[in-house]
C-alpha cells in the first residue's frame, strides 16, 4: 500500500522560512517522481515542485524558483520542501504526491496523494 506522509507546516510571518517533508512508503523510491503540489480556497491546485528519483532534476514553477528547494533522502525515502523568503500568496494546503507522470509538476498525473499539510504566511 502506497502511503505519503506530509509535515512541517504552520503558520510564519512574510520572509520566514518552513521546511516540509514527505514521508513515503509502499513504493520503489527511485522508480517514481515525487512532486509538491499546493491548493489555496477557491484555487485549483497547482504544482510546485517535483522531482524525479531517477535522475533527481529538480523542476519549479516559476512562481517559487530561487525560493523553494526540493531535496531527498533516499535511505529514508523522504522527500523534504524547503520554502524561504514565504510570501502571503504561499498560503495553501500543501500536498505531496507520488507516480510516474510525464509532466511532473501536472497534478492530474498523479494518482498517489498524501493528506496535505497547512502552509500559512502571514503579512
Known amino acids: 500500500e502506497v502511503q505519503l506522509v506530509e509535515s512541517g507546516g504552520g503558520l510564519v510571518q512574510a520572509g520566514g522560512s518552513l521546511r516540509l517533508s514527505c514521508a513515503t512508503s509502499?513504493?520503489?523510491?527511485?522508480?517514481?517522481?515525487i512532486g509538491w503540489f499546493r491548493q489555496a480556497p477557491g484555487k485549483e491546485r497547482e504544482g510546485v515542485s517535483c522531482?524525479?528519483?531517477?535522475?533527481?532534476?529538480?523542476h519549479y514553477a516559476d512562481s517559487v524558483k530561487g525560493r523553494f528547494t526540493i531535496s531527498s533522502d533516499n535511505a529514508k525515502n523522504t522527500v523534504f520542501l524547503q520554502m524561504n523568503r514565504l510570501r502571503p500568496e504561499d498560503t495553501a494546503v500543501y500536498y505531496c504526491?507520488?507516480?510516474?507522470?510525464?509532466?511532473?509538476?501536472?497534478?492530474?498525473?498523479?494518482?498517489?496523494w498524501g493528506q496535505g499539510t497547512q502552509v500559512t504566511v502571514s503579512s
Open positions: 504526491a507520488v507516480d510516474d507522470p510525464f509532466n511532473c509538476l501536472a497534478p492530474d498525473e498523479y494518482d498517489y
Open positions: 522531482i524525479h528519483m531517477s535522475d533527481s532534476k529538480p
Open positions: 509502499g513504493v520503489t523510491f527511485g522508480d517514481y517522481a
